[in-house]
């Protein structure tokens, strides 16, 4: 009977590990979904507001290009910048799918709450470069 006892804690353990892991997974693709949805933001925010702004901008061009240049280069980085953390969601996607996704995944738990945390700020700081811009120009008398 020590023989099916021992056999039966083996297997115990390995059972708690693999669930251990499993959860550890689901946290990981929970809070890369998190990253797209807040990366999903920032995208919205931009293509609202970038057609606007360049509009705005291009009004005052002639008197001020290093300004026009400015907001222009400013919402086409923001837009790359979101569309490659984009990309990086969905590649975190397969990788978190397969089997051996994350060598460890209690780090991978940590790293991606940091990650969530820092796309968690790039919406409303966006929004508030977005709606100074508006500010500015609205000032000046710019429509």
Same mark, same amino acid.
């Given at each position: 009977?020590?023989?099916?006892?021992?056999?039966?804690?083996?297997?115990?353990?390995?059972?708690?590990?693999?669930?251990?892991?499993?959860?550890?997974?689901?946290?990981?693709?929970?809070?890369?979904?998190?990253?797209?949805?807040?990366?999903?933001?920032?995208?919205?925010?931009?293509?609202?507001?970038?057609?606007?702004?360049?509009?705005?901008?291009?009004?005052?061009?002639?008197?001020?290009?290093?300004?026009?240049?400015?907001?222009?280069?400013?919402?086409?980085?923001?837009?790359?910048?979101?569309?490659?953390?984009?990309?990086?969601?969905? $590649?975190?996607?397969?990788?978190?799918? &397969? #089997?051996?996704?994350? =060598?460890? +995944?209690?780090?991978? /738990?940590? $790293?991606?709450?940091?990650?969530?945390? &820092? #796309?968690?700020?790039? =919406?409303? +700081?966006?929004?508030? /470069?977005? $709606?100074?811009?508006?500010?500015?120009?609205?000032?000046?008398?710019?429509?």
């Amino acid at each position: 009977m020590d023989f099916v006892s021992w056999l039966l804690a083996i297997i115990g353990i390995g059972s708690d590990r693999a669930m251990h892991r499993n959860d550890k997974r689901a946290e990981v693709a929970r809070l890369n979904a998190e990253v797209a949805g807040e990366v999903g933001r920032t995208l919205d925010i931009l293509s609202l507001a970038t057609p606007r702004l360049k509009r705005l901008a291009s009004q005052i061009a002639a008197e001020h290009p290093e300004i026009h240049l400015s907001i222009v280069k400013f919402l086409d980085e923001q837009q790359s910048m979101a569309l490659t953390m984009l990309k990086q969601t969905e $590649d975190n996607k397969v990788k978190i799918a &397969t #089997a051996k996704g994350f =060598p460890d +995944w209690d780090r991978a /738990v940590r $790293d991606f709450q940091e990650w969530r945390v &820092t #796309a968690s700020r790039i =919406p409303p +700081w966006v929004q508030g /470069v977005v $709606d100074r811009y508006d500010a500015v120009f609205l000032e000046n008398g710019i429509r």
